[in-house]
């Protein structure tokens, strides 16, 4: 008797602790991530950091504090603005501001309406930069390659395989989820899909002509809005 009443403290012991361990872990993990809620979000700027093509702001929700990014554009310090959804990301490192952030949300943007913003389907990747305003010259395809006709074209038989791809480079986005976003265009279309988004660690710049391997992905879903239909991704140049 003596030693089931031993064994059933012990067992008891272990439970309370495991208890006392998720709940200070769970409340850690809230506080960071106030921002990752799907609704609408009432927030206050209290200070901001001009990062090149993001913006990246430190705000007050509900006497929260945190720290988000957004596509650059003018903000006023103790002004009031709302925005949806967005992304946390842990440990994010912003290689312009030579700074890494425990928590960060992306967000599409931020407005001064409480107004919901509508929910789009993404056929690029992250928030948008300049791109290049001039009509791409049709470029030929590389040897044993994929035009961006033929990709869009009959996309689902080439999902999850390795192609060859080769393009200009209009847009580029750079450092989001320790990747590189570039867009390429072949100067060929499919119902209006001009460009193709390829994640990659490979640093290139608008106006290159690039070749790039990867691997194709259909309907890549991030969350939060955050949809993208087609992806090039795990991208190597080809010199």
């Known amino acids: 008797m003596k030693n089931q009443i031993k064994l059933f403290t012990v067992i008891f012991s272990v439970l309370i602790l495991f208890s006392c361990k998720d709940k200070t872990e769970y409340t850690k993990i809230e506080n960071k991530t106030t921002a990752s809620k799907s609704n609408t979000?009432?927030?206050v700027i209290n200070e901001s950091l001009d990062g090149g093509s993001y913006l990246y702001l430190n705000v007050n929700e509900e006497g929260n504090k945190y720290w988000m990014a957004i596509p650059n554009s003018p903000v006023e310090i103790g002004g009031t603005y709302y925005y949806d959804g967005g992304m946390v990301m842990k440990d994010f490192e912003s290689k312009v501001l030579k700074r890494t952030f425990d928590f960060i949300t992306f967000v599409e943007g931020i407005r001064t309406t409480?107004?919901?913003?509508e929910k789009h389907v993404h056929t690029h990747?992250?928030?948008k930069k300049e791109k290049m305003d001039t009509e791409i010259v049709k470029i030929e395809?590389?040897?044993n390659g994929t035009s961006l006709n033929e990709l869009f074209s009959d996309k689902k038989s080439f999902s999850k395989k390795s192609i060859v791809v080769k393009g200009q480079v209009i847009k580029v986005n750079n450092g989001i989820m320790k990747k590189n976003w570039v867009h390429i265009s072949d100067g060929t279309q499919f119902e209006n899909l001009k460009s193709l988004t390829i994640t990659t660690t490979e640093e290139v710049k608008i106006g290159d002509i690039v070749t790039f391997e990867g691997v194709v992905v259909l309907n890549k879903d991030f969350g939060a809005g955050y949809v993208y239909d087609i992806l090039l991704e795990e991208g190597k140049l080809i010199k």
Do not use: D, G, L
């Open 141 to 143: 395809k590389p040897a």
């Open 125 to 127: 990747a992250e928030p």
């Open 114 to 117: 409480e107004q919901a913003a």
């Open 41 to 43: 979000h009432k927030i």
